[in-house]
């Protein structure tokens, strides 16, 4: 594996290449990570993975600091995975040429939009950067960020002509999603936010079979969970899976949730 930070030699080595897969991450590899790289690998793409804690998407510099990095773990698990290229600018670099700035429509500012303002704004900006630089031509995306890959593909995809491959949740025994965040529980908040998880997925389950979703009132659940285990939930939501409306189920939907639980913030999909 070659590890890469300059984007100029980045761009030497790969521009013949014209099977790229890309996956974007912030570090702290573990198994969902591990699913997007696979699922280029499949394809027989040539896989770069890109490592950058990105500042302009924390909201709180705080959040930023404290996000569990652990660059040698890293390229530890990406060079057994035979990954060809890892990439990881400074954001010096990252952020010294000019590049379009996006601002969300109104109709976006809904779930994460609404309660990280300029979150997205700043993924944005750095995946039009990334894929300046990365010209690749399928990008590798996980579910447990859905509404990321929503507004990616919405604001993305056309510009750079890049097929966004998404790719489901992997979990810890059927239960909580990977992420790079639980690092930051202890056993007991871990624990807990498994069980949320556990009984999350029985809501929507639970709503699979009921004619009318909404007698399932999510506004009860919610004050349940947040006084059993001690949380903050950002919110509770039945959206559906094509255009995120609120409560619309024509098509696919899925239960969306956000909550704080010992000021670590959780989001996941089910
Ligand atoms: P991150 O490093 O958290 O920015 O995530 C990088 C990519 O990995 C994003 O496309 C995420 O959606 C994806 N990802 C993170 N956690 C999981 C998971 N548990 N299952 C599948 N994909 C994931």
Redesign the pocket.
Known sequence: MKIITSIFDLNKEIKNYKNIGF???????????K??IKASQNKKKMTIVS?FVNPAQFNKKDDFKKYPRNIQNDIAILKKLNVEYLFTPNAKDMYKFKAKKFSLKKKDKILCAKFRVGHFEGVLNVMNRLLTIIKSKDL??????YQ??YLIKKYLSKKFKVRINS?????INNKI?????NKLLNKRSFKKASEIASFLKKIKYRSISHASKLDLNLPDYKKELEKKYKIKIDYLEFRDEKNLKLNNFKNKYRLFVAYKIDNVRLIDNY
Not at 140 to 145: L, Q, S
């Open positions: 996956v974007p991450t912030m570090g702290g590899i573990h198994e969902g990570h699913s997007l490592i590798y995306m996980g579910e447990k960020d990321q890959l790719c489901p949740t992997i979990r999603a990977l992420s790079t965040r």
